[in-house]
């Protein structure tokens, strides 16, 4: 069976399954072939090592060998990530990940669905899309309710996917500031006396923040920003007594909040207001674990509407595979001393 994306004159893709369960994907145009490869074709090392196929890589022809299932996992990705680097002009490798990502590949049409789910982010440097369906649940909370709360492992985009709202909101002046905020709370170190003003003593703590913001838009637009007060950075503690108007306030590392900080901050939202809390219980560095207040403040506000509750898990993921098999491992230890 042959499937043809465009017409002859100006076709891009095509595809050709043969009778032994092999795929072969032939692109023709040259750009996108070459960035789907990858550099030394480390693009398509990386899919192998992921799915188990083997890819043969000659001219404008991807040939796909292996498992019937992993094959059609493997074509999938070729072509989400063709529609990646059309829409962005570039892929990297969390885009391959994505790509052989289950949730993903059960989806019939990978083009058509992401783009018509509405769910798609949009910054100046890239489009940001749900790596998951928990993702995706995620990011329609971030553009509907007032209040989300997400609690999961490292890697599950918690954080980013909540900048990159932010940010979008923010040149879209559905906002007039953005406030990041985190417990300054040291992670199982002691730092010691920092030197500098307030600014430089809270930045070693908010640096996953400004990572954050920096891949989403240009260094010196953000410096601008911080400069003009469009976005500020605010330890937790200096949140109480103040009502936050127009904002986009984002609480990370919520699970060194206790239940009490927790309440305060989401008792700031004002009008026209996001509140978002972020935090993995299974990394608590307060000196009692009990003091922590996210799941506590979790089950307390569930039945509250207006407030979106997301929880992730190791399937949510979406950094390098090796970290959801180490989340697992932990997950697994924790489960077995319970």
């Not at 032994?20 to 994907?25: A, E, G, H």
């Not at 560095?285 to 979790?298: E, I, M, R, T, Y």
Request: no cysteine; hydrophobic share 35%.
């Amino acid at each position: 069976m042959k499937i043809d994306k465009q017409n002859k004159n100006g076709k891009e893709v095509s595809i050709v399954y043969e009778k032994d369960n092999s795929i072969n994907v032939n692109i023709f145009n040259n750009k996108i072939l070459m960035e789907i490869a990858g550099s030394f074709d480390n693009n398509f090392k990386e899919l192998e090592k992921i799915s188990g196929s083997k890819i043969y890589f000659r001219g404008n022809s991807i040939a796909i060998k292996g498992e019937k299932y992993a094959n059609e996992k493997v074509k999938n990705a070729i072509e989400y990530l063709i529609y990646r680097f059309k829409s962005d002009k570039k892929i990297d490798k969390n885009d391959i990940i994505t790509a052989l990502n289950a949730d993903m590949i059960q989806e019939t049409k990978i083009q058509s669905s992401v783009q018509s789910l509405g769910e798609i982010i949009k910054t100046p440097k890239r489009s940001v899309i749900p790596r998951s369906k928990k993702q995706k649940e995620y990011v329609k909370s971030l553009k509907t309710n007032k209040i989300i709360m997400s609690l999961g492992p490292a890697g599950t985009g918690k954080t980013y996917l909540a900048v990159a709202a932010a940010l979008s909101m923010l040149l879209e002046k559905k906002v007039e500031r953005i406030i990041l905020s985190r417990p300054a709370v040291e992670a199982g170190e002691k730092l010691g006396f920092l030197p500098g003003d307030m600014k430089d003593k809270i930045d070693p703590y908010l640096r996953p923040l400004y990572d954050s913001l920096y891949d989403l838009l240009d260094y010196d637009k953000i410096q601008r920003k911080i400069e003009s007060g469009a976005i500020e950075i605010a330890p937790l503690a200096f949140m109480r007594g103040r009502t936050l108007k127009n904002s986009f306030a984002i609480l990370d590392e919520a699970q060194n909040a206790t239940e009490i900080q927790i309440k305060m901050f989401l008792t700031r939202i004002g009008e026209n207001s996001k509140l978002v809390v972020n935090g993995d219980p299974s990394q608590i560095d307060l000196p009692n674990k009990n003091h922590s207040g996210l799941v506590k403040s979790q089950s307390i506000l569930k039945g509250i509407k207006e407030i979106a509750i997301i929880n992730f898990d190791h399937q949510d993921v979406m950094r390098d595979p090796l970290v959801t098999k180490i989340v697992e491992a932990y997950q697994k230890n924790t489960d077995d001393q319970s």
